[in-house]
């Protein structure tokens, strides 16, 4: 197995160094105030923009966010492998070459299509069995700050993405698990060349740099990264991936991995937190029922297939298509190829009634019943055509909840507070199977917390800061609860938005899409899904197009992208407006026909690494 995958990975080394050294644009600036608000805190700080040309492939494609990663996928489809087998190769070489966005050590959803059936595997981590709903607060009571939660042992969850991909492949792979994590086996041992945004993240951040084997597997002796190019080796992480390859999840719920990641959390000499071997054992990866829902574009009826709760992701995308489409159009949604100010003005308005609903009542089904006993009475179509009238030409003073099926809530809305990382791939194979998954450790390089089993080697792997998630705090000034407060054994409500969509008549598979982005994941994936299925455009047009946000306060504009009449009449409607770099990392498939002949195209976010890779 070594002599076969050992000059693939040569080959794929010297491509990935090509790449991303083309890459090297240099950082993207902050962006400039509009408005009276300062913009907050993107999930990852912008690195370069890069042009990307857009991909087609007759047969299958692999969207991922490093060069290494996709190309992997591309020879695990070429051995005969599935699309699940794929995600696995994919998933192990980002633990390893895009550590800051997700890894081993964190978690993520996986949407799944064989041809018949849609599957949605839940691989999020939870609060260990010790936690409580006061985690977050200090001694007074009070929230803590984000960068104290974040730093430390308190805001590890117990990780779930190996249990939720053994549980996948043991469906869905055509290829033995261990053949998977050759590749990424054998990169963390002859090494990877750290790319532009690595190195970028490296130096930005300021907390790595605490964890003892963090600094000396990211830095130099000087304290600074190591150089875009550089070949950083980490035979620490090979090692952790040939028990993974033998054992399976297993490996990381008991034994000396496990023991370390115990003792990495519970032993951090500031901020330690309270996981166990048992939360490790104890740990299940879901399979829940897809959130599907008809969205109707371009004069014919599309189904759209998230991920339910705990994630809040397909119901705020399905909330913000359907309130649109309620609402009169007006002008051009697109004029030289920028959304005007009437259209900006109607999106920003029906995130701000999903995002309200969202704060009320999304969190773990397990612990949180949904309104009027169904998730999708948030998209029934009475509903929204209730919310849809609250829509008018200025902008409303403040976005309610609102009552589906006229369901009462007992809880208090969740305050705004930062989301982070996170990673997206999408996959089709030759045999008709297609997915869709976001896989996260929540910010940038996680809770900086970085598990190594012997000190005799370079590297490891980071655990993720996923609780912070949570609402820190878990009640309002009455005392009334918040549903995505901190519970035992709880998963942390997320915004990750893994999206199939198909043609609701014929039943065919359209498109694979999804995107990083802490909570502006949802508008990420939303602007793809309207380019692409609403516009015409191509995937890589609809990924290209400037990304707009907002959680309910300040309506957030990519930087340089939007002239200035357009924020002038955004701000005569009432609202505040900043300009920010909207750092995405947008990847999609979607089907599409050369001569009569079904293909795939391809799109990955110029803002990112990401390429498509297939044949």
């Known amino acids: ?83 699940v087998d794929a995600a696995v190769a994919v998933q192990m070489v980002l633990t390893l070459v895009e550590p800051q966005s997700s890894g081993i050590g964190g978690g993520a959803f996986l949407m799944h299509h064989d041809g018949q059936r849609v599957q949605a595997f839940d691989g999020r981590e939870t609060a260990p069995s010790a936690a409580n709903e006061r985690l977050f607060l200090d001694d007074t009571g009070k929230p803590l700050s984000f960068p104290k939660a974040v730093v430390g042992g308190l805001s590890v969850g117990v990780p779930g993405t190996v249990a939720m991909l053994a549980m996948a492949h043991r469906q869905h792979g055509k290829l033995p698990w261990s053949r998977l994590l050759v590749p990424a086996i054998q990169l963390s041992e002859h090494g990877f060349p750290v790319s532009p945004r690595l190195h970028t993240l490296l130096a930005a951040d300021t907390s790595l740099k605490a964890d003892p084997v963090a600094a000396a597997y990211f830095y130099r002796t000087d304290g600074r990264p190591h150089p875009v190019g550089h070949m950083l080796k980490n035979p620490e992480l090979a090692a952790v991936l040939r028990q993974i390859a033998v054992q399976g999840p297993a490996a990381l719920s008991r034994g000396p991995v496990a023991q370390a990641m115990v003792d990495k959390v519970r032993q951090h000499p500031d901020n330690p937190g309270d996981m166990t071997l048992d939360d490790l054992e104890l740990y299940q990866p879901r399979e829940r029922e897809p959130l599907c829902h008809v969205w109707r574009a371009s004069q014919r009826d599309l189904r759209l297939c998230g991920f339910p709760p705990p994630s809040s992701g397909a119901i705020s995308i399905g909330q913000i298509l359907g309130l649109l489409a309620r609402t009169p ?30 704060a009320l009542y999304i969190a773990d089904p397990d612990f949180v019943p949904a309104p009027a006993g169904r998730w999708t009475s948030l998209l029934a179509p009475a509903y929204l055509d209730q919310r849809a009238r609250l829509i008018t030409p200025t902008r409303m003073p403040q976005a309610p909840a609102g009552q589906p099926g006229g369901a009462v809530s007992s809880w208090a809305p969740m305050s705004d507070q930062p989301e982070y990382g996170t990673s997206h791939i999408s996959i089709a194979d030759a045999f008709g199977n297609t997915l869709a998954m976001t896989t996260t450790i929540e910010s940038g390089f996680g809770s900086r917390l970085m598990v190594n089993t012997n000190a005799g080697r370079s590297g490891g792997f980071l655990l993720n800061n996923e609780l912070t998630d949570f609402s820190f705090s878990p009640t309002d000034a009455l005392g009334k609860p918040v549903a995505n407060r901190v519970e035992p054994g709880k998963r942390p409500r997320s915004s990750m938005s893994p999206t199939l969509v198909f043609d609701d008549t014929s039943g065919e598979l359209l498109m694979s899409a999804g995107s990083p982005g802490g909570a502006f994941i949802i508008h990420f994936t939303a602007k793809t899904l309207l380019g692409t299925l609403q516009w015409g455009l191509s995937p890589q047009a609809a990924i290209d197009l400037p990304n707009v946000a907002t959680t309910g306060g300040p309506l957030l504009l990519e930087e340089k992208r939007f002239p200035t009449d357009t924020l002038q009449a955004l701000q005569a409607l009432g609202h505040t407006v900043n300009e920010t770099a909207l750092t995405s990392g947008l990847q999609a498939l979607q089907r599409g026909t050369l001569n009569g002949r079904p293909v795939w195209l391809g799109g990955a976010d110029p803002r990112r690494e990401g390429i498509v890779a297939g044949d």
């Open 1 to 83: 197995m070594k002599d076969r995958t050992l000059g693939p990975i040569r080959f794929l080394l010297v491509g990935a160094l090509c790449a991303i050294m083309a890459s090297c644009a240099g950082p993207v600036g902050h962006g400039r105030v509009t408005g009276q608000a300062a913009p907050p805190a993107q999930p990852e700080q912008a690195s370069a923009i890069t042009a990307k040309p857009g991909w087609m492939f007759l047969r299958q494609a692999v969207a991922a966010a490093n060069p290494l990663a996709a190309e992997v996928g591309l020879s695990v489809l070429r051995d005969g492998g599935s699309a």
């Open 329 to 358: 159009q007006g002008d051009s949604p697109l004029t030289n190829g920028l959304p005007g100010p009437g259209w900006l003005h109607r999106y920003t308005e029906a995130s701000r009634l999903a995002f309200a609903d969202r």
